[in-house]
Nanobody, 126 residues
């Protein structure tokens, strides 16, 4: 069974930091692209960042560039999202998703990802 387990969300003040984790199992981690998406109430699901586990290449949404960093630990089949300088507009449920190979094009095409985790709530207070 393919599983993605997202964790690390919480309540933080503006300017603070959180690190999300996405622990995966049931597929060959090195052969997949893992992405983070987020969705706030009333908003569409938004691509935040993605990483290719094979070559480490990354992409970021313009809204998080310079503040968020995605990384992977292939030995632990885990992808992290380090979120710094958080803003109230970062408040959302964050999901991790996986797709084989280089992933969808464009990478923000959330409906094209094969596997999804359950989401973790991030709330940033002003």
């Amino acid at each position: 069974d393919v599983q993605l387990q997202a964790s690390g969300g919480g309540l933080v003040q503006a300017g603070g930091s959180l690190r999300l984790s996405c622990v995966t199992s049931g597929f060959t981690f090195d052969d997949y692209t893992i992405a983070w998406f987020r969705q706030a109430p009333g908003n569409e699901r938004e691509g935040v960042s993605c990483i290719s586990s094979s070559d480490g290449s990354t992409n970021y949404a313009d809204s998080v560039k310079g503040r968020f960093t995605i990384s992977s630990d292939n030995a632990k089949n885990t992808v992290y999202l380090q979120m710094n300088s958080l803003k109230p507009e970062d408040t959302a449920v964050y999901y991790c998703a996986a797709d084989p190979g280089p992933g969808p094009s464009p990478w923000v095409s959330w409906s094209s990802y094969d596997y999804w985790g359950q989401g973790t709530q991030v709330t940033v207070s002003s």
